[in-house]
């Protein structure tokens, strides 16, 4: 399930070669797609890092992952179907030299037509009593199953799916049951006022609410399925062509874009309201503190969203049964525009609010720090970075490293006697950023090498001779920490200037993305979108590629995910690793006896009973993800999900650990608790968490015993 992880890119721009592709200004949607087509075509064969010859066999290839991509459960089309569009399996290089749209046309329409099939199929399906007490069996792993051979195959497949759900259902309920029953007893035990009502009911009771549930989720999902767009399902069909040159290069719509920016730079024009969808509503969800929405005290979470006026003199949208992001996209705009949203209240009433968007940054998106209180009684500063973000639009926007700074004056404000700096599951993003934190924990010197595909290499150093924090370093990674966080990750380790901390090696991304604006190539108005291109590939000061590899730990310990498959290495399309010249010589800062900071760190966690409580769970976890198929007879059924839990019972003490670990906050922190809720309530979280951290209580460990 993890072989599609996607990650944050990371970005270089760079000046690109000027490519003029000329094209009259397209009619329609398909004319559109065509131009798109051949204009990805062009920019992959000219810009892409390791260009793939356009034939059949990359034909082949991109048929497959298209077909993959398109009904990956195959669940929609029929065995005959896939003989049909076998027919055009070694002609996808020609269509995209063309810009011919026949085959995705074809697998377009025939898709919505077996949705719309499928849709009246689940609707007899469930308007019939269903049995559970036959022994069938569903298979999980779609790689163990092929596509129907007719409608009535097609028809029990959905059955079974639908039973399986009904039962997962049933078992959601007799858990809710159970909890409400034990919350009731500690009421009474512990002589408490508080009033616990426990709903009982009776099997058929519970099947019929089961049922009624999924038939309602069904419902809705072919809803929203069939609310997609052609051209959003062609994003779909122009990334299989693109990512069988590698994972990294994807076609963006102008949308999509618009998302990307938004993640990067940590901000969005708009109201600070999360916007929910239930059962074909939009609701407000939680509002942002200080944002629009939550100024004008007239909005609470929970109102249902009926119109969207995005601009005073336009007619107000409709937007029940709106998909979230076309209601978002007409609630965002221009900083310092007006929205007005009409809401039905909890009490019935309906009020139009206006508002005026403002700037709303996505904090969780940016680096933030605390002080840990050690057992040795030194304080410790651990700092989160959950991406390497820079806004590149605004010169004062905000940026990792600026973060990153600000984090380390307040820790040293407090008397720290080292930092350890958390990059776990942390997918990369600027590389210009890693240069800068680079700074800030040493002196200049080269800290990656960047070679484009003519075989050029480029080394980027670091400027700064004043750095900010030159105490103990540790560097906390694990297997989602990619791209960026590698760069950062392996510089520490090459210079010697800190101890890298987590999972036995990281994800392993070493290729470097720029977006290509297709409409640059395009005597067009039109909007076509972009390709995110890989265009390099980036190599450690030593010369070695991260790339598949990733950073090997100096210090290892076994994470969740270690028993997953996540990493470039399981991509059957990604890049090769490869080792170049290093980038001069360089003196190491330290030398760490690595020997004997492991051999001490494994003594610990073999005593650690959450850490190999952790592993136990991670391992059963991984058990149950490799499970092909799942009994749909409920007492079979329900045995297997009464083992399941007397398994997890052995894993609640990992909801219940303690590390041992105490942690004090800024006082700025503190005063802005009183007045923003939220925050409170992501801090509160937060340190909840770092409680339970048997990683962070390791690398405390860790960090006290480097010299």
Same mark, same amino acid.
């Given at each position: 399930?993890?072989?599609?992880?996607?990650?944050?890119?990371?970005?270089?721009?760079?000046?690109?070669?000027?490519?003029?592709?000329?094209?009259?200004?397209?009619?329609?949607?398909?004319?559109?797609?065509?131009?798109?087509?051949?204009?990805?075509?062009?920019?992959?064969?000219?810009?892409?890092?390791?260009?793939?010859?356009?034939?059949?066999?990359?034909?082949?290839?991109?048929?497959?992952?298209?077909?993959?991509?398109?009904?990956?459960?195959?669940?929609?089309? $029929?065995?005959? +179907?896939?003989?049909?569009?076998? *027919?055009? /399996?070694? &002609?996808? =290089?020609?269509?995209?030299?063309?810009? %011919?749209?026949?085959?995705?046309?074809?697998?377009?329409?025939?898709?919505?037509?077996?949705?719309?099939?499928?849709?009246?199929?689940?609707?007899?399906?469930?308007?019939?009593?269903?049995?559970?007490?036959?022994?069938?069996?569903?298979?999980?792993?779609?790689?163990?199953?092929?596509?129907?051979?007719?409608?009535?195959?097609?028809?029990?497949?959905?059955?079974?799916?639908?039973?399986?759900?009904?039962?997962?259902?049933?078992?959601?309920?007799?858990?809710?049951?159970?909890?409400?029953?034990?919350?009731?007893?500690?009421?009474?035990?512990?002589?408490?006022?508080?009033?616990?009502?426990?709903?009982?009911?009776?099997?058929?009771?519970?099947?019929?609410?089961?049922?009624?549930?999924?038939?309602? $989720?069904?419902? +809705?999902?072919?809803?929203?399925? *069939?609310? /997609?767009? &052609?051209? =959003?399902?062609?994003?779909?069909?122009? %990334?299989?062509?693109?990512?069988?040159?590698?994972?990294?290069?994807?076609?963006?719509?102008?949308?999509?874009?618009?998302?990307?920016?938004?993640?990067?730079?940590?901000?969005?024009?708009?109201?600070?309201?999360?916007?929910?969808?239930?059962?074909?509503?939009?609701?407000?969800?939680?509002?942002?503190?200080?944002?629009?929405?939550?100024?004008?005290?007239?909005?609470?979470?929970?109102?249902?969203?009926?119109?969207?006026?995005?601009?005073?003199?336009?007619?107000?949208?409709?937007?029940?049964?709106?998909?979230?992001?076309?209601?978002?996209?007409?609630?965002?705009?221009?900083?310092?525009?007006?929205?007005?949203?009409?809401?039905?209240?909890?009490?019935?009433?309906?009020?139009?609010?206006?508002?005026?968007?403002?700037?709303?940054?996505?904090?969780?998106?940016?680096?933030?720090?605390?002080?840990?209180?050690?057992?040795?009684?030194?304080?410790?500063?651990?700092?989160?970075?959950?991406?390497?973000?820079?806004?590149?639009?605004?010169?004062?926007?905000?940026?990792?490293?600026?973060?990153?700074?600000?984090?380390?004056?307040?820790?040293?404000?407090?008397?720290?006697?080292?930092?350890?700096?958390?990059?776990?599951?942390?997918?990369?993003?600027?590389?210009?950023?890693?240069?800068?934190?680079?700074?800030?924990?040493?002196?200049?010197?080269?800290?990656?090498?960047?070679?484009?595909?003519?075989?050029?290499?480029?080394?980027?150093?670091?400027?700064?001779?004043?750095?900010?924090?030159?105490?103990?370093?540790?560097?906390?990674?694990?297997?989602?920490?990619?791209?960026?966080?590698?760069?950062?990750?392996?510089?520490?380790?090459?210079?010697?200037?800190?101890?890298?901390?987590?999972?036995?090696?990281?994800?392993?991304?070493?290729?470097?993305?720029?977006?290509?604006?297709?409409?640059?190539?395009?005597?067009?108005?039109?909007?076509?979108?972009?390709?995110?291109?890989?265009?390099?590939?980036?190599?450690?000061?030593?010369?070695?590629?991260?790339?598949?590899?990733?950073?090997?730990?100096?210090?290892?310990?076994?994470?969740?995910?270690?028993?997953?498959?996540?990493?470039?290495?399981?991509?059957?399309?990604?890049?090769?690793?490869?080792?170049?010249?290093?980038?001069?010589?360089?003196?190491?800062?330290?030398?760490?006896?690595?020997?004997?900071?492991?051999?001490?760190?494994?003594?610990?966690?073999?005593?650690?009973?959450?850490?190999?409580?952790?592993?136990?769970?991670?391992?059963?976890?991984?058990?149950?993800?490799?499970?092909?198929?799942?009994?749909?007879?409920?007492?079979?059924?329900?045995?297997?999900?009464?083992?399941?839990?007397?398994?997890?019972?052995?894993?609640?003490?990992?909801?219940?650990?303690?590390?041992?670990?105490?942690?004090?906050?800024?006082?700025?922190?503190?005063?802005?608790?009183?007045?923003?809720?939220?925050?409170?309530?992501?801090?509160?979280?937060?340190?909840?968490?770092?409680?339970?951290?048997?990683?962070?209580?390791?690398?405390?460990?860790?960090?006290?015993?480097?010299?």
């Amino acid at each position: 399930m993890f072989k599609k992880f996607k990650l944050n890119t990371l970005l270089l721009f760079i000046p690109l070669s000027t490519l003029i592709f000329c094209f009259n200004s397209p009619k329609n949607d398909d004319e559109k797609m065509q131009t798109i087509m051949v204009s990805v075509k062009n920019t992959l064969s000219y810009l892409h890092y390791s260009p793939k010859p356009i034939n059949d066999a990359y034909s082949q290839e991109v048929y497959d992952k298209y077909i993959e991509m398109i009904d990956p459960a195959k669940r929609y089309f $029929l065995q005959s +179907d896939l003989d049909e569009f076998a *027919k055009h /399996r070694t &002609k996808l =290089d020609d269509y995209l030299n063309q810009g %011919n749209i026949v085959f995705y046309n074809l697998t377009y329409e025939r898709l919505f037509q077996r949705v719309d099939e499928i849709d009246k199929m689940t609707q007899d399906i469930l308007s019939k009593p269903i049995n559970l007490d036959e022994d069938e069996t569903i298979i999980l792993d779609p790689e163990k199953k092929k596509f129907p051979v007719n409608k009535e195959e097609q028809y029990n497949e959905w059955k079974k799916f639908i039973k399986y759900n009904i039962l997962q259902e049933i078992e959601t309920l007799n858990a809710k049951e159970e909890s409400q029953k034990k919350k009731k007893d500690s009421v009474i035990k512990n002589n408490l006022k508080d009033t616990i009502k426990v709903e009982i009911l009776s099997p058929e009771q519970k099947r019929i609410k089961a049922t009624d549930e999924v038939k309602d $989720l069904v419902t +809705d999902s072919f809803r929203r399925f *069939k609310k /997609r767009k &052609k051209m =959003d399902w062609f994003r779909l069909y122009m %990334n299989a062509y693109t990512e069988v040159f590698d994972p990294h290069t994807n076609y963006f719509s102008p949308k999509d874009k618009e998302d990307f920016d938004t993640s990067f730079s940590g901000k969005v024009i708009g109201i600070g309201a999360v916007i929910q969808e239930k059962k074909g509503y939009l609701y407000l969800g939680a509002l942002t503190i200080g944002a629009p929405a939550w100024k004008s005290k007239q909005l609470n979470e929970g109102d249902k969203i009926l119109k969207v006026q995005a601009k005073p003199n336009e007619e107000p949208v409709n937007v029940a049964g709106m998909l979230v992001e076309e209601a978002v996209r007409l609630i965002r705009g221009e900083k310092g525009t007006k929205v007005t949203l009409t809401v039905e209240k909890k009490d019935k009433t309906i009020r139009e609010v206006t508002m005026v968007r403002e700037e709303v940054a996505i904090e969780d998106t940016f680096a933030r720090s605390i002080i840990v209180n050690a057992p040795d009684g030194k304080k410790y500063g651990f700092i989160n970075l959950p991406n390497f973000n820079a806004d590149f639009e605004d010169a004062k926007g905000r940026n990792a490293s600026d973060d990153i700074k600000n984090e380390i004056i307040k820790l040293k404000a407090q008397g720290i006697s080292g930092i350890i700096l958390d990059l776990r599951n942390n997918g990369g993003g600027s590389l210009t950023e890693v240069g800068d934190i680079m700074g800030l924990f040493m002196n200049e010197g080269p800290y990656v090498q960047v070679k484009d595909g003519s075989g050029k290499t480029q080394t980027l150093r670091s400027k700064t001779n004043s750095p900010l924090w030159s105490g103990p370093l540790v560097i906390l990674q694990n297997e989602l920490s990619a791209s960026a966080s590698e760069i950062l990750a392996g510089v520490v380790q090459d210079y010697g200037r800190g101890v890298v901390v987590g999972s036995p090696q990281s994800f392993g991304k070493g290729t470097v993305q720029t977006f290509v604006d297709l409409n640059r190539f395009l005597s067009s108005n039109d909007d076509f979108g972009s390709l995110k291109l890989t265009i390099q590939k980036f190599y450690r000061i030593t010369g070695e590629s991260t790339q598949k590899k990733g950073i090997e730990s100096d210090i290892k310990m076994n994470d969740f995910f270690t028993h997953a498959e996540i990493g470039e290495r399981y991509d059957d399309y990604a890049l090769a690793w490869d080792k170049i010249t290093p980038a001069g010589t360089f003196k190491k800062l330290n030398t760490f006896d690595i020997a004997k900071l492991q051999k001490n760190s494994t003594e610990r966690l073999s005593k650690n009973e959450a850490y190999l409580l952790l592993q136990q769970s991670a391992k059963w976890k991984e058990e149950l993800d490799k499970e092909e198929s799942i009994t749909l007879n409920q007492a079979k059924f329900s045995e297997i999900m009464k083992q399941r839990k007397e398994q997890v019972k052995k894993f609640e003490a990992l909801d219940k650990l303690e590390n041992g670990l105490k942690f004090s906050r800024y006082q700025e922190d503190l005063a802005r608790e009183k007045t923003d809720e939220v925050f409170k309530k992501k801090s509160e979280n937060w340190i909840k968490n770092l409680q339970k951290d048997v990683y962070l209580k390791e690398a405390v460990n860790i960090i006290a015993e480097i010299k």
